[in-house]
């Protein structure tokens, strides 16, 4: 197959994407996140109507993404193709201006977008930890990737089993396989009201090598390199930053260490946001990709599961080399 050929227009288009300081800021934010609108204008206290004409030029030039979620848009960086007509110049400007620090005073806002992401999740879960279980199960049962994800576990080739970790545990249900393959492990839960709902499952059935932790993922940036896998099921769809999360969960791996993360593919339910608590729309496999390559992880086995409902679930698993 013939590569595409590379016109003058070309060029121009993508030189006057990127002419523009503000534009260039936005790739820069855009780099392992995605944001709506609404969200960039908070980042970057601009209009809308103006956010929105940037984010059309940056579109055109074929360096943003973008994707509805329910009746919102979410924008992200365009992955880098080497058929995209313009490969070579799309890498070396990503890599050119994510050798910059992000301005301190956007920084802020971009904590404050994503600490108010977590606590609209914190809230919903506080409010929902009686029905969330049915909830879910609407999606998906534990029972329907379970034994996949055990399966996945058991062909990782863990050397040294000694400490294993869960994000986000939910009723505990992958626990006791845990509990069975390592010598301990640490459950993580930024909900204090499901990880209480955890812990009485692992007490229910007589496992005490189970410690529970009350925090999120940034626990693992104080507490180091520690675990020889670590799992996070059906969890990452809830989360504020998922691409920070997999930062947090790379930092919290041993070298030689395996990550196992399920979620949900991508899809258009949007009653999913409102019944369930989710964040985002399942994910694209490469989305979990690029961003388990950034963090410094390197792709493994991947497992789909088609759903009688229409969803579909993902096991990617990740190694720390």
Request: proline share 2%.
């Amino acid at each position: 197959m013939k590569a595409p050929v590379l016109s003058f227009a070309d060029i121009s288009t993508f030189n006057k994407a990127v002419s523009d300081p503000l534009r260039i800021e936005v790739l820069r934010v855009l780099a392992q996140d995605s944001y709506g609108v609404l969200e960039l204008c908070e980042i970057f206290d601009y209009k809308q109507s103006g956010m929105s004409h940037h984010l059309k030029v940056l579109a055109e030039a074929g360096l943003v993404a973008k994707r509805r979620e329910g009746n919102s848009i979410f924008y992200s960086r365009a992955l880098v193709f080497g058929s995209h007509r313009l490969a070579v110049l799309q890498q070396q400007l990503y890599i050119t201006i994510d050798s910059i620090a992000i301005d301190e005073s956007i920084s802020v806002r971009l904590q404050a977008v994503s600490s108010e992401r977590t606590r609209a999740s914190q809230v919903f879960f506080a409010q929902q930890a009686d029905n969330f279980k049915a909830q879910q199960d609407l999606i998906a049962e534990y029972p329907v990737y379970g034994n996949a994800v055990t399966e996945l576990l058991h062909n990782s080739d863990i050397s040294n089993p000694n400490l294993a970790v869960e994000i986000g545990p939910g009723a505990g249900e992958f626990l006791p396989v845990l509990a069975t393959l390592f010598d301990s492990v640490i459950a993580v839960d930024n909900s204090t009201v499901m990880l209480q709902r955890s812990s009485q499952y692992c007490d229910e059935q007589g496992i005490d090598n189970v410690s529970f932790v009350h925090s999120d993922t940034s626990y693992f940036a104080q507490a180091g390199a520690l675990a020889d896998c670590m799992v996070i099921n059906m969890v990452l769809h809830h989360t504020s930053s998922p691409a920070d999360i997999f930062v947090d969960m790379a930092s919290g791996l041993r070298s030689g260490g395996v990550l196992l993360v399920t979620d949900l593919c991508r899809h258009d339910q949007d009653w999913a946001k409102t019944a369930c608590g989710d964040v985002w729309l399942g994910f694209d496999p490469s989305e979990l990709q690029r961003w388990a390559l950034s963090a410094g992880l390197q792709q493994g086995q991947s497992n789909y599961l088609a759903l009688r409902n229409g969803f579909q679930i993902q096991l990617q698993q990740f190694k720390k080399t």
